[in-house]
């Protein structure tokens, strides 16, 4: 017979597949980093528990193309500063990726809220634009020109928060009890250069980023740095508790039932 690809995998091929995939060489990306404050009651409002505020209501948009061989990637986040107990991290809202592959393994693994969309980084001699879009809506805009080197800052470790669970078959609550993930990333940057410029966000049914206003722009960022990333489990959570927060993950045409009030904005 011959070989049938949907078949299943000898021991052999599935040891041969994880021990590749263990030594995947260093990929390197090209992103700007926008960082600002917001109201403290949106970030509250926007963290499931028992994840809290941190001691400021910053956003964090992140903006990358990443130099995959043969098949460049755009991705980005939009994510709010949260603490897990004693551990500091960010909450991510969205993460836009322009690849079926790269939504699979974060999704299915880590519980990561990645969806397609188009992500934007172009930069013409000092001037930088870098967009997040779905839906033919650039929800966020990330416009400036370069004007300084920053240093190098050494080996870094940041913390990102998701919520891993499955929705029910019946359609009502979740398969299982949801866990509440901590994907621990390090990074190097070889390149800084800082950023004059603006944030802009647009409003988007589905993607309501405008919800977490620029009150104080901290700072805008374009590197080259390059991450790994490990989960873990940090515990199981209230299905009850998580709940009302699950809209966060998906484009649910009920959302319209969401929509800002008219003249809000």
Not at 43 to 52: C, D, I, Q, S
Not at 151 to 175: E, I, N
Not at 197 to 223: H, K, N, Q, Y
């Amino acid at each position: 017979m011959a070989r049938v690809r949907y078949g299943a995998r000898t021991e052999a091929q599935i040891a041969a597949a994880r021990e590749k995939s263990s030594k995947l060489p260093g990929i390197w990306s090209t992103g700007v980093v926008a960082l600002w404050e917001t109201d403290p009651d949106v970030v509250a409002a926007v963290l499931p528990p028992p994840l809290k505020p941190a001691a400021r209501p910053l956003v964090r948009a992140n903006i990358s193309r990443v130099d995959l061989p043969g098949h460049p990637l755009g991705a980005g986040s939009v994510s709010v500063a949260a603490r897990h107990d004693a551990v500091e991290g960010w909450y991510p809202l969205v993460m836009p990726m322009t690849h079926e592959r790269a939504l699979t393994g974060g999704r299915e693994v880590f519980g990561e809220p990645k969806k397609l969309g188009e992500v934007t980084v172009e930069r013409d001699g000092l001037v930088v634009r870098a967009a997040l879009a779905r839906h033919g809506i650039a929800f966020v805009e990330v416009r400036g020109a370069v004007d300084r080197d920053l240093p190098l800052p050494g080996p870094t470790r940041r913390t990102d928060f998701h919520f891993k669970f499955l929705p029910a078959v019946d359609g009502s609550g979740f398969d299982a009890d949801p866990v509440l993930v901590h994907c621990v990333r390090d990074e190097k940057v070889r390149r800084l250069e800082h950023v004059t410029g603006d944030v802009v966000l647009r409003e988007s049914m589905f993607d309501p980023v405008a919800d977490l206003p620029v009150r104080r722009l901290v700072e805008i960022t374009i590197g080259e740095k390059t991450t790994d990333q490990q989960g873990r489990v940090a515990e199981r959570v209230s299905a009850r508790a998580l709940l009302p927060y699950i809209h966060q993950r998906y484009d649910d045409p009920l959302q319209i039932l969401d929509a800002p009030p008219e003249g809000s904005l």
